[in-house]
């Protein structure tokens, strides 16, 4: 796979006839059912630059009639799998929805089920699929990140194995996280929430409030932060992480995008790299304090995008990549649900922003977004009686 992080030229190009352009018009002012629905479109204001088209981006139901479908994966076979947080894991392959697994235990609460979801990117050698869900065993909650095998036919996903346990699970679901992608080189992230318990995000045992960095077996691997910190944990200092957005290999030192839920401020897009991001509550979870605290920890890494007041609850995202994508070429779609639209987000090669857009607006709520193998982008949408998978296509 291909870096989809854009090139620089391109963005370099983008700006100047951008200015250029604008110059001139200063100048000039005076039923879990595979579905066949039909299709919407979406234009936006054209833009026609030397790097492309603004793209209008048509739609069409793929799936319907879910319950609250949260996270989207596809197999080397271009097979769709996907999850609801009410616990089941499923599978789209030849217009034909399969459910591959129950999770065992899943405890399906407020924010909390089966939410997020990676597929290995040595599926075609190991048949390895991720989840991380809300779970209780015994009267005892927590999250856990659990690895299932499937079959060779993409009938039944078997061998539940927990690799990662006793992440702290609110009984409420609030702030579970739970997002999982799985690296390049076989190693997994693991956005966490911070339970709304107001000690976890700086607390260097607590697995809340952070972003692991594990092997396949759940073990922490090279490049973690130091003792005292549990060797799992790869950066700290998170409220509920909500999005992952993997590189193929590090760009400056960062490892991609995390996407997080602010409180009624600060929405942020962060870097995936190491250190400190400053979420820290005090008392019995004030939330008034800054999404960043520089004042406390003058060390805490900012966040290159922020919604601002108030937020928006961003969530999953993905980078589109291809020249059928226009300007959004190298872009970063990422999925909002209170202010039920995606985001398209240009950053440039220091990750300042070249351009920000609102896109698919009609949808309801959306929980994630992902460019399927087909170069289409898939969206969920969160609702927990009609819950859709729509595909977009760029035109």
């Known amino acids: 796979m291909k870096n989809r992080f854009h090139s620089h030229s391109r963005v370099f190009i983008y700006i100047t006839v951008t200015a250029l352009c604008m110059l001139m018009l200063a100048s000039c002012s005076d039923d879990k059912k595979s579905t066949s629905t039909t299709s919407t479109t979406q ?4 833009i026609t630059t030397a790097a492309g088209h603004e793209p209008t981006l048509s739609s069409e139901s793929v799936l319907d009639g879910l319950t609250n479908p ?3 994966g596809f197999l080397p076979d271009k097979t769709m799998i996907y999850t609801e947080r009410s616990g089941d894991l499923n599978a789209l392959k030849d217009g034909k929805v399969t459910r591959l697994a129950r999770m065992p235990n899943v405890y399906v609460q407020g924010e909390g089920g089966l939410l997020g979801l990676a597929v290995d990117t040595d599926f075609e050698n190991n048949h390895y699929l991720y989840t991380c869900f809300n779970s209780r065993v015994g009267g005892k909650r927590d999250i856990r990140v659990v690895r299932f095998t499937v079959d060779e ?16 699970a609110k009984d409420s679901g609030r702030h579970s996280g739970c997002r999982v992608k799985s690296a ?17 995000p700086q607390s260097p045992t ?30 700290f200092g998170h409220r509920n992480v909500q999005g992952l957005v993997l590189f193929d290999k590090p760009i400056k030192g960062a490892h991609g995008f995390s996407m997080e839920h602010g409180s009624d401020r600060d929405d942020e897009i962060n870097l995936i790299q190491s250190g400190n991001f400053g979420w820290s509550p005090t008392g019995n979870y004030d939330e008034s304090v800054s999404m960043t605290d520089t004042k406390r920890f003058p060390d805490a890494i900012g966040a290159i995008w922020s919604s601002g007041f108030p937020t928006l ?19 970063l779609a990422v999925a909002v649900l209170k202010d039920e639209q995606v985001k398209i987000i240009l950053f440039d090669e220091n990750f300042a922003i070249v351009f920000e857009k609102t896109v698919l607006n009609t949808f309801g709520r959306v929980r994630t977004a992902v460019q399927g193998p087909d170069g289409n982008l898939y969206i969920a949408t969160d609702d927990s009686s009609n819950g859709k998978i729509i595909k977009v296509t760029p035109q």
Not at 314 to 330: A, R
């Open 43 to 46: 234009k936006p204001s054209a």
């Open 70 to 72: 949260w996270d989207i």
């Open 153 to 168: 036919k993409v009938t039944t996903a078997s061998d539940p194995l927990p690799i990662i346990t006793g992440i702290e």
């Open 184 to 200: 390049a080189d076989g190693t997994l992230f693991v956005g966490t929430g911070d339970a709304a318990r107001a000690s976890n």
């Open 206 to 235: 607590s697995l809340n409030g952070k972003i692991l960095h594990v092997d396949r077996e759940g073990k922490g691997v090279e490049g973690n932060l130091p003792a005292p910190f549990d060797s799992r944990i790869f950066n």
């Open 313 to 331: 609850a961003i969530s999953g995202g993905d980078l589109l990549e291809g020249t059928q994508w226009g300007t959004y070429n190298g872009a």
